[in-house]
Each structure stands twice: as structure tokens, then as C-alpha cells.
């Protein structure tokens, strides 16, 4: 079974960058069988798929982030990570690492065969 687990710091200011890291255990993020997700909740809403890694480091991102995010991996330590510039109050939110075995985007928590258990960012001064 794979588990994923989000570190990261749950308070960033305004304009700063958020950096989350997720660490996988159960399976290689160099495998094949998944595709590894950042999603997230801000308060009051529903899940926003944020963007993907795949298991040859290629990458898709929400077109509403595309500007300001970036996903990358470190397969020496079974890692993947999250960054995403000039946060304003409006990314407070919690943040999943998630995977399926489908590289579409999907907000739909059925879609997805594992979850971390999630992280709050809030982005405030």
C-alpha cells in the first residue's frame, strides 16, 4: 500500500513562495503505475487539482496556477514537491499529495487511489 506524507511550513507570508514536500513510501516514484498529484481545499470549497508529476518527471499544471507553480521530484530520497510563488491570502488552504493511476486531472476524491492525510497553509502577514 502506498502512503504519502506532507511536510512543509503551515504559515507563509504574502508574496513569499509555499514549499511542500511529499514523501512516498510503498512504491517508487519512478514507477509507472501512478501519477503523482498535488490537490488542495482552501476553506468552504471544494478540491482544485493543482498539477502532476509523472513517472519520467513530465509535468502538467492547472491552467489558473500555470504561472505560478512548479512540481519536481527527488527519486533519491522517493520525494515529490510542491512550490508555488507570490501566494496571496487566497492560496490559505490544505494541501494533498495524492496519486491515481490516470494522468487526467480530477477534483473528485474517487479518482484517486492514495492520500496523504494533509497539510494547512495559511498565507497571511
Known amino acids: 500500500q502506498v502512503q504519502l506524507q506532507e511536510s512543509g511550513p503551515g504559515l507563509v507570508k504574502p508574496s513569499q513562495t509555499l514549499s511542500l514536500t511529499c514523501t512516498v513510501s510503498?512504491?517508487?516514484?519512478?514507477?509507472?503505475?501512478?501519477?503523482w498529484n498535488w490537490i488542495r481545499q482552501a476553506p468552504g470549497k471544494g478540491l482544485e487539482w493543482m498539477g502532476v508529476i509523472a513517472y519520467d518527471g513530465n509535468v502538467d499544471y492547472s491552467p489558473a496556477l500555470k504561472s505560478r507553480i512548479s512540481i519536481s521530484r527527488d527519486t533519491s530520497k522517493n520525494q515529490f514537491s510542491l512550490r508555488l510563488n507570490s501566494v496571496t491570502p487566497e492560496d490559505t488552504a490544505v494541501y494533498y499529495c495524492?496519486?491515481?493511476?490516470?494522468?487526467?486531472?480530477?477534483?473528485?476524491?474517487?479518482?484517486?487511489?492514495?492520500w496523504g492525510q494533509g497539510t494547512q497553509v495559511t498565507v497571511s502577514s
Open positions: 510503498g512504491a517508487s516514484v519512478t514507477t509507472t503505475d501512478y501519477f
Open positions: 495524492a496519486i491515481r493511476d490516470d494522468p487526467d486531472c480530477s477534483d473528485y476524491v474517487e479518482d484517486y487511489d492514495s
